[in-house]
Structures are given as C-alpha cells and as structure tokens.
C-alpha cells in the first residue's frame, strides 16, 4: 500500500502563491506517476497536474503555465507551485500516485483545502 499526505493548503488572496507538497510512504518504489487533483463544491473532481517517473509533466489547460509540479528522484515527495491563483482554483487539492507493476492501485491523500479570495 502507499500513503499520501497532503499539506500546504490554506486562504490565500488573488494573485498570491501557494506551494503543496505531498509527502508518500509505504511502498514508495512502485510509484510511476503521481498528479495532483481538485474538486470544488459541486464539481466532479479534475486533473490539475501529473508528472511521470521519467519527469513528464502535463497540464489541465485552467492551470497551465500558472502552475509547476515536480517531485522528488525518489517520489516520496512531490510539490505543486501554484502562481497567480484566482478564485476559481478554490478547490480541496487531492495527491494522487498509481502503482502498475506490483502493489497495483491508485492512491489518493485525504486532501487539502486551497481558498482563494478576490
């Protein structure tokens, strides 16, 4: 099994900065890739960012070029840099990490509360 714990949410003004970091344990070897995903009140949950083992990165198009994601070589740890927020990125952030070769699954953290106010 793997863990997730997110951190770094918080109430934040428009176009401030924000960083998240989420922290694996477990069976941390089998991660390939992890993203970071949000879910705002009456909204099904979307994909902000993902970053494969090798360091590709793809973006959902409301956050690109605002946001970064990166991780660690040894994928217990991953961040999501989050500039010029606004209000509609006001959403609970959730990590997330898939296992395809053993341990197979996809993980997710409890989540972090991200609010942006105008």
């Known amino acids: 099994q793997v863990r997730l714990i997110e951190s770094g949410g918080g109430l934040v003004q428009a176009g401030d900065s924000l960083k998240l970091t989420c922290t694996a344990s477990?069976?941390?070897?089998?991660?390939?890739?992890m993203g970071w995903y949000r879910q705002a009140p009456e909204n099904e949950r979307e994909l902000v960012a993902e970053?494969?083992?090798?360091?590709?990165?793809f973006f959902g198009d409301s956050v690109e070029g605002r946001f970064t994601i990166s991780r660690d070589e040894d994928g217990t740890m991953m961040y999501l840099l989050m500039n010029s927020l606004q209000p509609e990125d006001t959403a609970d952030y959730y990590c997330?990490?898939?296992?395809?070769?053993?341990?197979?699954?996809?993980?997710w953290g409890q989540g972090t509360a991200v609010t942006v106010s105008s």
């Open positions: 997330n990490a898939r296992c395809y070769t053993e341990h197979v699954g996809s993980y």
């Open positions: 477990g069976h941390t070897a089998c991660i390939s890739t």
């Open positions: 970053i494969t083992k090798g360091g590709e990165t």
